[in-house]
T-cell receptor, first 113, second 114 residues
Framework: NAGVTQTPKFQVLKTGQSMTLQCAQD?????MYWYRQDPGMGLRLIYY???????DKGEVPNGYNVSRLNKREFSLRLESAAPSQTSVYFC????????????FGPGTRLTVL | DQQVKQNSPSLSVQEGRISILNCDYT??????FLWYKKYPAEGPTFLIS?????DKNEDGRFTVFLNKSAKHLSLHIVPSQPGDSAVYFC?????????????FGSGTRLQVQP
C-alpha cells in the first residue's frame, strides 16, 4: 500500500516548455487535489477532482490544466511553463468517509528557468 | 488576504520542554481545524484535528486547543522530542460551493534541541 505517489520528484524546465506531473493513489479515494507550496505561504489549491470524470478550479488555477484519468490517477499539466510556476507541487487524496484528513504525496520540486 | 495565519515562522525549544504553536483565523465559517506535520522532502502528514464544537482534543503528547471567540488555535507538544523537528501547518475547513475546502497557514518550523 503506497498511499499517494508522485512523479517526477524533481524537474527543471525552461520558460515555455510543457510537462505533466503525475499522481496516483491506491486507497480507493474519490477526491484528489493538486496544491502548490511557495516560501512563506501555505499550500494553495490549484485544482481538485471530487470524483472520476469531474474537475474544478481551486484558488490558483491559471496556467494549469488537469485530467482525472480514472479513480486512481490525477495529472497536472503545465502547457507553457513560466518562472512564476517554480514551486513544490503536492498531490493529495481524500476518502468519502474522511473528515478532511487529506493524504499527501511526497511532492514534486519544479524549477522554471 | 490570508484567512489562516501562523505568525511565527520558526520556534526553537529544548528537548523535554513544551512546544506551543499558534494559529489565527479570520473566517467564522471554518468549522473544522487540522494540524499537519511536514518533514523535508516529504508531503504533509495529518497530526491532529478538532471540531469547532470542542475546545480541546488530545492525542498522546499532542493537544490542540480552540478558542472560537478569539479565532485562535494552538498545538501543544509535551514533552518535545528531537523527532518532532519539522514544519507544522495549521489548516481550517469550511463548506465552499458544495465541497469541503481546506485553507492552510504558512507553517511554523519547529526545532527541538537535544
Amino acid at each position: 500500500n503506497a498511499g499517494v505517489t508522485q512523479t517526477p520528484k524533481f524537474q527543471v524546465l525552461k520558460t515555455g516548455q510543457s510537462m505533466t506531473l503525475q499522481c496516483a493513489q491506491d486507497m480507493n479515494h474519490n477526491s484528489m487535489y493538486w496544491y502548490r507550496q511557495d516560501p512563506g505561504m501555505g499550500l494553495r489549491l490549484i485544482y481538485y477532482s471530487a470524483s472520476e470524470g469531474t474537475t474544478d478550479k481551486g484558488e490558483v488555477p491559471n496556467g494549469y490544466n488537469v485530467s482525472r484519468l480514472n479513480k486512481r490517477e490525477f495529472s497536472l499539466r503545465l502547457e507553457s511553463a513560466a518562472p512564476s510556476q517554480t514551486s513544490v507541487y503536492f498531490c493529495a487524496s481524500l476518502g468519502r468517509q474522511s473528515t478532511d484528513t487529506q493524504y499527501f504525496g511526497p511532492g514534486t520540486r519544479l524549477t522554471v528557468l | 488576504d490570508q484567512q489562516v495565519k501562523q505568525n511565527s515562522p520558526s520556534l526553537s525549544v529544548q528537548e523535554g520542554r513544551i512546544s506551543i504553536l499558534n494559529c489565527d483565523y479570520t473566517n467564522s465559517m471554518f468549522d473544522y481545524f487540522l494540524w499537519y506535520k511536514k518533514y523535508p522532502a516529504e508531503g504533509p502528514t495529518f497530526l491532529i484535528s478538532i471540531s469547532s464544537i470542542k475546545d480541546k482534543n488530545e492525542d498522546g503528547r499532542f493537544t490542540v486547543f480552540l478558542n472560537k471567540s478569539a479565532k485562535h488555535l494552538s498545538l501543544h507538544i509535551v514533552p518535545s522530542q528531537p523527532g518532532d523537528s519539522a514544519v507544522y501547518f495549521c489548516a481550517a475547513s469550511a463548506w465552499d460551493t458544495g465541497r469541503r475546502a481546506l485553507t492552510f497557514g504558512s507553517g511554523t518550523r519547529l526545532q527541538v534541541q537535544p
